[in-house]
Every structure is written in structure tokens, then in C-alpha cells.
């Protein structure tokens, strides 16, 4: 039995299918498969929208690549993202472009480091993120591009922030202003519901949907690939994980182009989103209507019981939590803990998928070839 249909759950059910020929129930509390990657075409306009925020897939690794494509074709997309700050555009994340267009004058990409290095050199030791961002950016960046963006996003004080969130975005001295660094980048070319349906295509797998894993009872006797929240399973018994929810506020617009772009950033605090989606720009390969249009705001807040859980907070307080769940988890017989929400883990989604092939390939095949032999 598999517990949630995302990318995890999916993977998983379909390769015990059709590699093992085992017979696989998956069960999923939503009223639709695909997890949090999930679109759906918006009636009016015939436009695929991300009902759970924009999904861009990228990878570099081989296996997830060819795995994804036995499923779906990718377009060519390349994600570029623009952000405003006061009342200029300028493109994210931060490159050679951005620190021309900022200081007003054409810099070689030497002028630049030199420049960025002045302004970088007051913090010796990065402790939290602002440090970290003012030794990547320099001060005057950092205050126009990520303060106020990063105080919107977390509603945390920056400097109470790890590190490390800020090292997850490029600062590069060249023009590329490429989003993701990743060799395969693109989106699925018929949508990403006709991905996962067909993941889910196979006569040996049952999913059934609006069903939630805590309301079934004994699962019987076998054994179980568990996707939803860690703390969920042992009924918060050690307290509740700390997690971010987003609040996508969707309208459709009699328009053909809302802003020339599919994600526009905004970075002063005073505007109470984070950034603008507009769908179209998804796939300008497709038909669209020229005269509307569907874009989504993006407000992100603390997440409280019966929210989507979407980003992991990580305070000191959750990761002691985390290390008793997961102590938990290990005495769990024939229970296996997967995915986002069941690690407790930012992924993305071909990590998601990578660590469900490594999953099925070290722990659930072994035990069941080891199974058939006896
Ligand atoms: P999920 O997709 O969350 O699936 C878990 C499923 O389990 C859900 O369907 C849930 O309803 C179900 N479930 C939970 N509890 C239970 C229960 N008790 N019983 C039954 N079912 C249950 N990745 C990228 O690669 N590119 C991107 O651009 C990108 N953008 C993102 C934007 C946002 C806002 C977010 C939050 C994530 C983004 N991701 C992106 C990450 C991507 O969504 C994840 O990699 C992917 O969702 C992981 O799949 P999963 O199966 O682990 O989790
Ligand atoms: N960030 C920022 N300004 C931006 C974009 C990102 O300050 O215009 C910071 C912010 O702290 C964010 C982090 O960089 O949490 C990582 O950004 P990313 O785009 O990876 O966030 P995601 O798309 O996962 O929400």
C-alpha cells in the first residue's frame, strides 16, 4: 500500500507494478492524484494552471531524466523570473544584467566582482542569512532585491534564518540569467496531469482517492510506503512540525498579457505578495486565447492545523522533533517513510523522484525478491 499519490507515492506504486508485477492500492486524501505538481485546465480560458504553485521541472540527473520520459515529452522551457524593486524591472536571480541595470552603467564581468567585493567585505564569518546574502550581494543588493522579499516569504527576522536558504539561488557574472543551472529543464508538453495519470496507468494499481490513510484502520498485512506528514502518522505525539503554507489568490483577466512573463518577483515589502504567476506563459507553444489571461499571487504565511503544509521550517525546536520521529519511524515495522511531507524535507521534484527509485531499488525490491525465494 502506498500513502499519497505525488510524485514519491507515484513512483514507487509504479515501479512495484510494473517491474515487481506487484498489486499496488494507493490511497490519497485529495480528490486528485499528482501531489502538490498537480494542474488542471481553468474552464473559461483553456489555460493549465498549477493549482499548488508554479512547477518547473529540472534536472541533471540521468536516470530521473529518462525514467520522467518514459511517461511524458518536455517542452523546451526555460524558467527566467524578473523581479521589481521600486519602479524597475529587473531580472532574477541576481547576474551581470541585474548589477548593470542597479548601479546605471556597463560593467565587464571583472568590474562587477570587484565592485560586489567592496560592498561584500563587512562580513567576515556568515552566520544567518542576512550575513550570508550580504557576502554573496553586497549590502546595496541584498537591501533591494532579497530583505524584503525574504521577510515576506518567512516572516522571520533574516538574521534568525539559516544560511543556507539563500545559498539554494545562483549569483552569477555573466548574462545568463537562467533560473536553474540544470542540464534537462523543460515542462511536460501535455500537461502535467497527463504525466501523472500515466504513471498511475497500469492494471495492477488501484487509487483510490478522497481516502485518508489514518482513517483506514489496520492496513492489513502489508506493507506500507507512507508519503504524508511524519509528525501526522504518530499523531503529533512529539509535537507538531513547523511548515510554511502559500496562499494563491487566482483571478482571470480580460487581457491577453498581464506582464510579459510567466513569474514576476517583487521585492519591496510594502507589496503584500511575493511574486505574480502567469500561466500562458507556461507554454507559448499552445493555442491561447489572445484576449484573457490567468495569473495567481503568491502570499506566503506560517501554517497552521489544516493548512497545506509546503515549505519546512527547521527551527531548532522542529529538527529536535524530527530526530525523535525519525527514531519513531525506524521501529515502524514494514512501514517506509517517503517524500516531502514524510521526511520532513524540501524537495524538489526530481529529488523526489530519485529518492523513490533509490527507495524501490535498495530497500522495497530486495525484500520482495528476497520474499519470492523463500
Ligand atoms: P506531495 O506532492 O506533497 O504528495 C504527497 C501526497 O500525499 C499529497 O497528494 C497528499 O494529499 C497525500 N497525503 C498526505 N497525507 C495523506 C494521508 N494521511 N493519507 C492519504 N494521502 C495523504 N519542484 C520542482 O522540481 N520544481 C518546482 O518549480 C517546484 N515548485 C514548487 C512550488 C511550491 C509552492 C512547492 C510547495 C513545491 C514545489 N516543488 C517544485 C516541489 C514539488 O512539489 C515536490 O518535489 C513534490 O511535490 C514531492 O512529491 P511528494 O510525493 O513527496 O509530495
Ligand atoms: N529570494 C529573494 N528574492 C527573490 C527570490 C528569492 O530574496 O527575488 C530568497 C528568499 O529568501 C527565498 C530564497 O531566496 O526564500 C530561495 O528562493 P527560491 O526561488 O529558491 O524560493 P522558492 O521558489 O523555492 O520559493
Known sequence: MVAGAGLFGLTVAERCARDLGLRVLVVERRDHIGGNAYSEVEPSTGIEVHRYGAHLFHTSNERVWEYVNQFTAFTDYRHRVFTIAGDRVYPMPIN????????????????????????????????????KAISLVGRPLYEAFIRGYTAKQWQTDPRE?????????PMRYTFDDSYFADRYQGLPVGGYTAWLERMADHPLIEVRLGTDFAELGAAGNVPVVYTGPLDGYFGRAEGALGWRTLDFEFEVLAQGD?????????ADEHVPYTRVHEFRHFHPERDYPGDRTVIAREYSRFAGPGDEPYYPIGTPTDRARLARYRELARAEKDVLFGGRLGTYTYLDMHMAIASALAMYGNRIRPRFLRQARV
Open 96 to 131: 551581470l544584467a541585474t548589477i548593470c541595470a542597479y548601479f546605471g552603467r556597463a560593467m565587464s564581468p571583472g568590474e562587477a566582482r570587484a565592485l560586489i567585493a567592496a560592498q561584500a567585505g563587512e562580513v567576515a564569518h556568515p552566520a544567518n542569512l542576512e550575513e
Open 258 to 266: 498581464f506582464q510579459g512573463t510567466s513569474v514576476m518577483n517583487y
Open 161 to 169: 534564518l539559516p544560511a543556507e536558504i539563500i545559498t539554494r539561488l
